[in-house]
Protein backbone atom coordinates (compact mmCIF):
# COMPACT_ATOMS: atom_id res chain seq x y z
CA UNK A 1 0.00 0.00 0.00
CA UNK A 2 2.84 2.23 0.28
CA UNK A 3 3.35 4.72 -2.34
CA UNK A 4 6.50 6.20 -4.22
CA UNK A 5 7.26 9.65 -2.34
CA UNK A 6 10.91 9.99 -3.36
CA UNK A 7 9.98 13.01 -5.84
CA UNK A 8 7.59 14.98 -3.79
CA UNK A 9 10.46 14.15 -0.90
CA UNK A 10 13.42 16.03 -3.15
CA UNK A 11 10.98 18.76 -3.61
CA UNK A 12 9.98 19.41 -0.61
CA UNK A 13 13.82 19.59 0.51
CA UNK A 14 15.02 22.01 -2.16
CA UNK A 15 11.61 24.39 -0.59
CA UNK A 16 12.49 24.26 2.71
CA UNK A 17 15.48 26.44 1.48
CA UNK A 18 13.36 28.96 -0.11
CA UNK A 19 10.38 29.57 1.69
CA UNK A 20 9.55 29.40 5.84
CA UNK A 21 8.89 25.58 6.21
CA UNK A 22 9.07 24.72 2.65
CA UNK A 23 5.95 26.45 2.05
CA UNK A 24 3.84 29.52 1.23
CA UNK A 25 0.51 29.04 3.20
CA UNK A 26 1.56 27.32 6.93
CA UNK A 27 -1.06 24.70 6.59
CA UNK A 28 0.76 23.02 3.93
CA UNK A 29 3.77 21.60 5.51
CA UNK A 30 1.65 19.12 7.45
CA UNK A 31 2.82 19.75 10.70
CA UNK A 32 -0.37 19.19 12.31
CA UNK A 33 -0.69 15.43 10.94
CA UNK A 34 2.65 14.80 10.09
CA UNK A 35 4.00 12.55 7.48
CA UNK A 36 5.17 14.25 3.91
CA UNK A 37 3.15 16.31 1.99
CA UNK A 38 2.54 15.52 -1.72
CA UNK A 39 4.31 17.95 -4.00
CA UNK A 40 1.08 18.38 -6.32
CA UNK A 41 1.35 18.20 -10.14
CA UNK A 42 -1.43 18.42 -11.59
CA UNK A 43 -5.22 18.15 -11.28
CA UNK A 44 -8.70 16.70 -13.11
CA UNK A 45 -11.90 16.43 -12.32
CA UNK A 46 -12.07 14.99 -8.70
CA UNK A 47 -8.40 14.13 -9.02
CA UNK A 48 -4.93 15.39 -8.23
CA UNK A 49 -1.69 13.36 -9.15
CA UNK A 50 1.27 14.23 -7.44
CA UNK A 51 5.31 14.30 -8.81
CA UNK A 52 5.98 10.43 -8.32
CA UNK A 53 2.42 10.60 -10.19
CA UNK A 54 0.45 8.67 -7.39
CA UNK A 55 -3.37 9.49 -7.99
CA UNK A 56 -5.99 11.13 -5.44
CA UNK A 57 -9.74 11.70 -5.07
CA UNK A 58 -9.48 15.46 -3.80
CA UNK A 59 -11.95 16.86 -1.02
CA UNK A 60 -10.11 20.18 -0.20
CA UNK A 61 -10.57 21.60 -3.70
CA UNK A 62 -8.27 24.38 -3.98
CA UNK A 63 -9.68 25.02 -0.31
CA UNK A 64 -13.11 25.64 -1.39
CA UNK A 65 -13.29 26.95 -5.27
CA UNK A 66 -13.28 24.23 -7.24
CA UNK A 67 -16.59 23.57 -7.06
CA UNK A 68 -16.93 21.88 -10.64
CA UNK A 69 -13.44 20.14 -10.15
CA UNK A 70 -9.91 20.87 -11.34
CA UNK A 71 -9.49 21.83 -14.74
CA UNK A 72 -12.60 21.88 -16.04
CA UNK A 73 -12.91 22.56 -20.12
CA UNK A 74 -14.76 25.53 -19.63
CA UNK A 75 -12.78 26.95 -17.59
CA UNK A 76 -9.89 26.71 -19.21
CA UNK A 77 -10.97 27.12 -22.30
CA UNK A 78 -11.85 31.04 -21.35
CA UNK A 79 -8.39 31.09 -19.42
CA UNK A 80 -6.80 30.39 -22.41
CA UNK A 81 -8.72 32.67 -24.35
CA UNK A 82 -8.40 35.58 -22.26
CA UNK A 83 -4.81 34.90 -22.09
CA UNK A 84 -3.94 35.84 -25.71
CA UNK A 85 -5.42 38.66 -25.45
CA UNK A 86 -3.04 39.27 -22.35
CA UNK A 87 -2.52 38.58 -18.95
CA UNK A 88 -3.22 41.95 -16.92
CA UNK A 89 -4.04 45.65 -18.01
CA UNK A 90 -4.27 47.90 -14.83
CA UNK A 91 -7.21 48.87 -16.42
CA UNK A 92 -10.85 48.41 -16.73
CA UNK A 93 -12.61 45.93 -19.14
CA UNK A 94 -16.03 44.91 -20.04
CA UNK A 95 -14.91 41.64 -18.86
CA UNK A 96 -15.18 43.17 -14.90
CA UNK A 97 -19.15 44.55 -16.01
CA UNK A 98 -20.20 41.37 -16.86
CA UNK A 99 -18.65 39.36 -14.12
CA UNK A 100 -19.63 41.72 -11.50
CA UNK A 101 -23.44 41.19 -13.02
CA UNK A 102 -23.34 37.95 -12.51
CA UNK A 103 -22.41 37.81 -9.04
CA UNK A 104 -25.08 40.65 -7.98
CA UNK A 105 -27.76 38.62 -9.52
CA UNK A 106 -26.84 35.29 -7.45
CA UNK A 107 -25.92 37.90 -4.11
CA UNK A 108 -28.85 40.99 -4.60
CA UNK A 109 -27.46 42.59 -1.59
CA UNK A 110 -24.31 43.19 -3.56
CA UNK A 111 -25.54 46.22 -5.36
CA UNK A 112 -22.35 47.86 -6.23
CA UNK A 113 -18.91 46.22 -5.50
CA UNK A 114 -15.15 46.11 -5.90
CA UNK A 115 -13.15 43.21 -7.51
CA UNK A 116 -9.97 42.76 -5.49
CA UNK A 117 -6.97 40.01 -5.71
CA UNK A 118 -8.14 37.90 -2.75
CA UNK A 119 -10.56 37.34 0.32
CA UNK A 120 -8.22 38.70 3.00
CA UNK A 121 -7.81 41.99 0.54
CA UNK A 122 -12.19 41.60 0.81
CA UNK A 123 -12.35 41.55 4.11
CA UNK A 124 -10.07 44.23 5.61
CA UNK A 125 -11.87 46.56 2.71
CA UNK A 126 -14.90 45.54 4.33
CA UNK A 127 -14.16 46.73 7.72
CA UNK A 128 -12.04 49.79 6.84
CA UNK A 129 -15.10 50.84 4.94
CA UNK A 130 -17.78 49.55 8.13
CA UNK A 131 -15.54 52.33 10.37
CA UNK A 132 -15.98 54.69 7.70
CA UNK A 133 -19.60 54.72 7.04
CA UNK A 134 -20.38 54.17 10.92
CA UNK A 135 -17.46 56.37 12.50
CA UNK A 136 -17.29 53.95 15.06
CA UNK A 137 -13.74 52.15 15.85
CA UNK A 138 -14.48 48.58 17.44
CA UNK A 139 -15.04 45.41 15.02
CA UNK A 140 -17.18 42.27 16.72
CA UNK A 141 -15.62 38.70 15.32
CA UNK A 142 -15.98 35.41 16.61
CA UNK A 143 -13.22 32.91 17.93
CA UNK A 144 -12.12 30.23 15.53
CA UNK A 145 -13.44 32.03 12.82
CA UNK A 146 -10.97 33.54 10.20
CA UNK A 147 -11.58 36.51 7.95
CA UNK A 148 -7.63 36.45 6.52
CA UNK A 149 -4.31 37.86 7.96
CA UNK A 150 -5.25 41.17 8.59
CA UNK A 151 -3.54 42.68 11.85
CA UNK A 152 -6.69 43.65 13.73
CA UNK A 153 -8.51 40.41 12.49
CA UNK A 154 -5.87 37.76 13.77
CA UNK A 155 -7.53 37.65 17.10
CA UNK A 156 -8.33 34.20 18.11
CA UNK A 157 -8.49 33.34 14.91
CA UNK A 158 -9.36 29.15 13.66
CA UNK A 159 -7.84 28.02 10.50
CA UNK A 160 -4.03 27.53 10.15
CA UNK A 161 -3.33 29.79 13.48
CA UNK A 162 -5.68 27.14 15.06
CA UNK A 163 -4.22 24.03 13.46
CA UNK A 164 -0.68 25.51 14.40
CA UNK A 165 -1.83 26.44 17.57
CA UNK A 166 -0.96 30.20 17.30
CA UNK A 167 -2.79 32.22 19.72
CA UNK A 168 -3.21 34.83 17.28
CA UNK A 169 0.48 36.34 15.84
CA UNK A 170 3.85 38.16 16.48
CA UNK A 171 3.76 41.69 14.62
CA UNK A 172 0.23 41.92 15.49
CA UNK A 173 0.36 45.28 17.41
CA UNK A 174 -1.77 45.83 20.71
CA UNK A 175 -2.85 49.30 19.54
CA UNK A 176 -4.52 47.33 16.47
CA UNK A 177 -5.86 44.54 18.32
CA UNK A 178 -7.54 46.38 20.67
CA UNK A 179 -10.33 47.53 18.58
CA UNK A 180 -11.29 43.99 18.07
CA UNK A 181 -13.53 42.41 20.29
CA UNK A 182 -13.34 38.38 20.16
CA UNK A 183 -16.56 36.19 20.98
CA UNK A 184 -17.18 32.92 21.47
CA UNK A 185 -19.59 31.80 18.09
CA UNK A 186 -23.28 30.74 18.66
CA UNK A 187 -23.32 32.80 22.09
CA UNK A 188 -25.75 35.58 21.75
CA UNK A 189 -25.83 36.55 25.45
CA UNK A 190 -22.06 37.39 24.24
CA UNK A 191 -22.69 39.85 21.97
CA UNK A 192 -25.53 41.43 24.12
CA UNK A 193 -23.48 41.75 26.83
CA UNK A 194 -20.50 43.65 24.28
CA UNK A 195 -23.04 45.73 22.93
CA UNK A 196 -23.99 47.32 25.90
CA UNK A 197 -20.68 47.79 27.17
CA UNK A 198 -19.41 49.64 24.14
CA UNK A 199 -22.68 51.43 23.34
CA UNK A 200 -22.57 53.25 20.24
CA UNK A 201 -18.85 52.24 19.63
CA UNK A 202 -19.14 48.95 17.66
CA UNK A 203 -18.95 49.67 13.87
CA UNK A 204 -19.71 45.91 12.33
CA UNK A 205 -20.05 42.43 13.24
CA UNK A 206 -18.09 40.19 10.80
CA UNK A 207 -19.02 36.47 10.56
CA UNK A 208 -18.81 33.66 8.83
CA UNK A 209 -22.40 32.40 8.45
CA UNK A 210 -21.07 29.30 8.14
CA UNK A 211 -17.96 28.30 9.58
CA UNK A 212 -15.67 26.81 7.62
CA UNK A 213 -12.51 27.60 9.12
CA UNK A 214 -12.53 25.68 13.01
CA UNK A 215 -14.07 22.62 10.88
CA UNK A 216 -17.52 22.97 9.66
CA UNK A 217 -19.83 24.76 12.65
CA UNK A 218 -23.09 26.14 11.28
CA UNK A 219 -25.22 28.96 13.35
CA UNK A 220 -27.62 28.11 15.62
CA UNK A 221 -31.07 28.16 14.77
CA UNK A 222 -31.75 32.14 14.76
CA UNK A 223 -28.42 33.21 15.42
CA UNK A 224 -27.50 34.66 12.14
CA UNK A 225 -31.42 36.62 11.94
CA UNK A 226 -30.36 37.88 15.84
CA UNK A 227 -27.30 39.05 14.59
CA UNK A 228 -28.95 41.32 11.69
CA UNK A 229 -31.48 42.27 14.24
CA UNK A 230 -29.00 43.73 16.75
CA UNK A 231 -26.93 45.28 14.44
CA UNK A 232 -29.81 46.61 12.41
CA UNK A 233 -31.36 48.49 15.77
CA UNK A 234 -27.56 49.64 17.37
CA UNK A 235 -26.95 51.39 14.08
CA UNK A 236 -24.03 48.81 13.54
CA UNK A 237 -23.07 47.13 10.27
CA UNK A 238 -23.78 42.88 9.50
CA UNK A 239 -21.16 41.99 7.08
CA UNK A 240 -21.02 38.21 6.22
CA UNK A 241 -18.13 36.91 5.37
CA UNK A 242 -18.52 34.63 2.43
CA UNK A 243 -15.07 33.79 0.95
CA UNK A 244 -15.75 30.02 1.70
CA UNK A 245 -19.80 29.66 1.88
CA UNK A 246 -20.36 31.93 -1.83
CA UNK A 247 -21.62 29.94 -4.48
CA UNK A 248 -20.92 27.12 -2.11
CA UNK A 249 -23.78 26.05 0.17
CA UNK A 250 -26.08 27.39 -2.46
CA UNK A 251 -25.87 29.39 -5.55
CA UNK A 252 -26.63 33.03 -3.51
CA UNK A 253 -24.54 31.48 -0.26
CA UNK A 254 -25.39 31.09 2.59
CA UNK A 255 -27.16 34.22 2.69
CA UNK A 256 -30.13 32.73 0.22
CA UNK A 257 -29.77 29.48 2.48
CA UNK A 258 -30.29 31.15 5.50
CA UNK A 259 -33.16 34.36 3.93
CA UNK A 260 -30.68 37.28 5.62
CA UNK A 261 -29.43 40.58 3.73
CA UNK A 262 -26.10 41.14 5.58
CA UNK A 263 -24.97 44.83 4.97
CA UNK A 264 -21.42 44.32 3.00
CA UNK A 265 -20.68 40.82 1.92
CA UNK A 266 -17.33 39.31 1.11
CA UNK A 267 -16.43 36.71 -1.74
CA UNK A 268 -13.46 34.55 -2.22
CA UNK A 269 -11.78 33.09 -5.30
CA UNK A 270 -14.84 31.11 -6.50
CA UNK A 271 -15.98 33.78 -7.51
CA UNK A 272 -12.35 33.79 -9.93
CA UNK A 273 -13.12 29.66 -10.75
CA UNK A 274 -10.05 29.40 -8.06
CA UNK A 275 -7.56 32.39 -9.77
CA UNK A 276 -6.98 35.18 -7.12
CA UNK A 277 -10.13 36.96 -6.85
CA UNK A 278 -11.89 38.65 -3.86
CA UNK A 279 -15.22 40.78 -3.86
CA UNK A 280 -16.79 43.36 -1.50
CA UNK A 281 -19.84 44.90 -1.71
CA UNK A 282 -23.40 45.80 -0.77
CA UNK A 283 -25.70 48.74 -1.04
CA UNK A 284 -24.55 51.94 -3.27
CA UNK A 285 -25.23 54.26 0.14
CA UNK A 286 -22.20 52.31 1.63
CA UNK A 287 -20.00 51.56 -1.49
CA UNK A 288 -20.23 54.71 -2.71
CA UNK A 289 -18.01 55.62 -0.09
CA UNK A 290 -15.08 53.98 -1.61
CA UNK A 291 -12.84 56.06 -3.63
CA UNK A 292 -12.81 57.33 -6.28
CA UNK A 293 -16.41 58.36 -5.04
CA UNK A 294 -15.66 58.59 -1.28
CA UNK A 295 -13.05 59.42 1.22
CA UNK A 296 -12.31 55.13 1.91
CA UNK A 297 -9.26 54.38 -0.44
CA UNK A 298 -8.69 51.31 -1.68
CA UNK A 299 -6.98 49.63 -4.98
CA UNK A 300 -4.56 47.31 -6.90
CA UNK A 301 -3.35 46.66 -9.98
CA UNK A 302 -4.49 43.08 -10.34
CA UNK A 303 -7.91 44.12 -9.05
CA UNK A 304 -10.42 42.77 -11.99
CA UNK A 305 -7.61 40.61 -13.75
CA UNK A 306 -8.60 39.73 -16.50
CA UNK A 307 -7.58 35.95 -16.70
CA UNK A 308 -9.98 35.81 -13.60
CA UNK A 309 -12.81 37.10 -15.04
CA UNK A 310 -12.78 34.98 -17.48
CA UNK A 311 -12.61 32.09 -15.36
CA UNK A 312 -15.15 33.89 -12.70
CA UNK A 313 -17.41 34.26 -15.81
CA UNK A 314 -17.07 30.61 -17.07
CA UNK A 315 -17.26 29.14 -13.62
CA UNK A 316 -20.78 31.19 -12.75
CA UNK A 317 -22.21 31.04 -15.77
CA UNK A 318 -22.23 26.96 -15.55
CA UNK A 319 -23.15 27.28 -11.95
CA UNK A 320 -26.30 29.59 -13.32
CA UNK A 321 -27.39 27.67 -15.87
CA UNK A 322 -26.96 24.19 -14.25
CA UNK A 323 -28.10 25.32 -10.53
CA UNK A 324 -30.34 22.99 -9.66
CA UNK A 325 -28.52 19.75 -11.23
CA UNK A 326 -25.55 20.84 -9.85
CA UNK A 327 -26.26 21.60 -5.99
CA UNK A 328 -28.66 18.35 -5.61
CA UNK A 329 -26.16 16.30 -6.79
CA UNK A 330 -23.59 17.65 -4.61
CA UNK A 331 -26.00 17.72 -1.63
CA UNK A 332 -26.89 14.18 -2.63
CA UNK A 333 -23.27 12.79 -2.78
CA UNK A 334 -22.11 14.69 0.24
CA UNK A 335 -24.65 13.52 2.45
CA UNK A 336 -23.95 10.16 1.45
CA UNK A 337 -20.15 10.41 1.72
CA UNK A 338 -20.20 11.84 5.14
CA UNK A 339 -23.14 9.08 6.44
CA UNK A 340 -21.11 6.61 5.16
CA UNK A 341 -17.34 7.57 6.83
CA UNK A 342 -19.49 8.20 9.80
CA UNK A 343 -21.14 4.80 9.71
CA UNK A 344 -17.82 3.19 8.73
CA UNK A 345 -16.35 4.89 11.92
CA UNK A 346 -18.89 3.25 14.39
CA UNK A 347 -18.63 -0.06 12.90
CA UNK A 348 -15.00 0.08 13.84
CA UNK A 349 -15.66 1.45 17.32
CA UNK A 350 -14.30 4.80 16.46
CA UNK A 351 -15.47 7.82 17.83
CA UNK A 352 -16.18 10.93 15.44
CA UNK A 353 -19.10 13.20 15.17
CA UNK A 354 -19.70 14.85 11.70
CA UNK A 355 -20.93 18.47 10.49
CA UNK A 356 -22.19 19.22 6.95
CA UNK A 357 -23.81 22.54 5.19
CA UNK A 358 -24.74 21.61 1.94
CA UNK A 359 -21.10 19.96 0.17
CA UNK A 360 -18.73 21.63 2.72
CA UNK A 361 -18.70 19.23 6.15
CA UNK A 362 -16.01 17.64 8.85
CA UNK A 363 -15.26 14.38 11.07
CA UNK A 364 -14.86 16.18 14.31
CA UNK A 365 -12.60 13.53 16.59
CA UNK A 366 -15.09 13.38 19.70
CA UNK A 367 -18.71 12.95 19.78
CA UNK A 368 -21.65 15.93 20.58
CA UNK A 369 -22.51 18.54 18.49
CA UNK A 370 -19.94 21.56 17.86
CA UNK A 371 -21.08 25.36 18.19
CA UNK A 372 -17.73 26.81 18.52
CA UNK A 373 -14.38 27.14 18.98
CA UNK A 374 -14.28 25.38 22.66
CA UNK A 375 -16.29 22.54 21.43
CA UNK A 376 -14.17 22.42 18.45
CA UNK A 377 -10.66 22.52 20.57
CA UNK A 378 -11.72 19.55 21.94
CA UNK A 379 -11.34 16.75 19.39
CA UNK A 380 -8.83 14.59 19.30
CA UNK A 381 -6.10 15.72 17.11
CA UNK A 382 -3.86 12.70 17.12
CA UNK A 383 -6.76 10.56 16.02
CA UNK A 384 -7.44 13.04 13.26
CA UNK A 385 -3.88 12.85 11.96
CA UNK A 386 -3.75 9.43 12.09
CA UNK A 387 -6.68 9.32 9.99
CA UNK A 388 -5.11 12.25 7.56
CA UNK A 389 -2.26 9.49 7.15
CA UNK A 390 -3.98 5.99 6.76
CA UNK A 391 -6.67 8.28 4.00
CA UNK A 392 -3.75 9.82 2.25
CA UNK A 393 -1.81 6.33 1.94
CA UNK A 394 -4.97 5.22 0.30
CA UNK A 395 -5.59 7.89 -2.38
CA UNK A 396 -7.56 10.22 -0.43
CA UNK A 397 -6.44 13.93 -0.01
CA UNK A 398 -8.34 15.56 3.17
CA UNK A 399 -7.08 18.54 4.48
CA UNK A 400 -4.38 18.48 6.58
CA UNK A 401 -6.46 19.96 9.92
CA UNK A 402 -8.55 18.92 11.84
CA UNK A 403 -10.27 22.24 12.23
CA UNK A 404 -10.63 22.87 8.29
CA UNK A 405 -13.54 22.12 6.39
CA UNK A 406 -13.22 19.81 3.44
CA UNK A 407 -15.53 20.06 -0.08
CA UNK A 408 -16.94 18.17 -2.77
CA UNK A 409 -17.13 19.02 -6.05
CA UNK A 410 -20.05 18.26 -9.37
CA UNK A 411 -17.11 16.27 -10.52
CA UNK A 412 -17.07 13.83 -7.44
CA UNK A 413 -19.12 10.37 -8.71
CA UNK A 414 -20.68 7.93 -6.80
CA UNK A 415 -17.65 5.48 -7.50
CA UNK A 416 -15.66 8.14 -5.73
CA UNK A 417 -17.56 8.37 -2.81
CA UNK A 418 -17.71 4.46 -2.80
CA UNK A 419 -14.05 4.45 -2.97
CA UNK A 420 -13.53 6.78 -0.02
CA UNK A 421 -16.20 5.19 1.79
CA UNK A 422 -13.83 1.40 1.51
CA UNK A 423 -10.68 3.66 2.44
CA UNK A 424 -12.47 5.52 5.27
CA UNK A 425 -13.70 1.48 6.88
CA UNK A 426 -9.79 0.00 5.86
CA UNK A 427 -8.20 3.12 8.38
CA UNK A 428 -10.51 2.73 11.12
CA UNK A 429 -9.87 -1.22 10.86
CA UNK A 430 -6.30 -0.34 11.32
CA UNK A 431 -7.39 2.04 14.61
CA UNK A 432 -9.16 -1.06 15.73
CA UNK A 433 -6.53 -3.33 15.21
CA UNK A 434 -3.87 -1.26 16.85
CA UNK A 435 -6.26 -0.79 19.94
CA UNK A 436 -6.19 -4.30 20.44
CA UNK A 437 -2.54 -4.96 19.86
CA UNK A 438 -2.44 -2.16 23.10
CA UNK A 439 -5.08 -4.58 25.14
CA UNK A 440 -3.03 -7.57 24.54
CA UNK A 441 -5.47 -9.25 22.07
CA UNK A 442 -3.47 -8.74 18.73
CA UNK A 443 -1.58 -11.33 17.19
Known amino acids: MTR ?9 RRAEQLFPGGVNSPVRAFRAVGGEPPMIARGEGSRLWDADGNPYIDYVGSWGPAILGHADPEVV ?3 QRAARNATSFGASTAAEIELGELVREAFPSI ?20 RAFTGRKYIIKF ?9 SLLVKAGS ?3 TLGIPGSAGVLEEQAQFTLALPFNSLEAVE ?11 AIIVEPIVGNMGCVPPCEGYLYKLREITRDRGSLLIFDEVMTGFRVAFGGAQELYDIVPDLTTLGKIVGGGLPVGVYGGPGEIMRMVAPLGPVYQAGTLSGNPLAMAAGIATVRRLKRERIQIYSILEKNSATLVA ?18 GSMFTWFFQTGQIHNWQDAARSDTEKFAQFHRGMLERGIYLPPSQFEAAFLSAAHTAEDIAFTIEAASNTFAGFSAQTQSVLGGGK
Open 4 to 12: PKEKSIELN
Open 77 to 79: EAV
Open 111 to 130: QMMRFVSSGTEATLSAIRLA
Open 143 to 151: EGCYHGHTD
Open 160 to 162: GVA
Open 193 to 203: QTFARHRDQIA
Open 340 to 357: GVSEAARENRVEIGAQRV
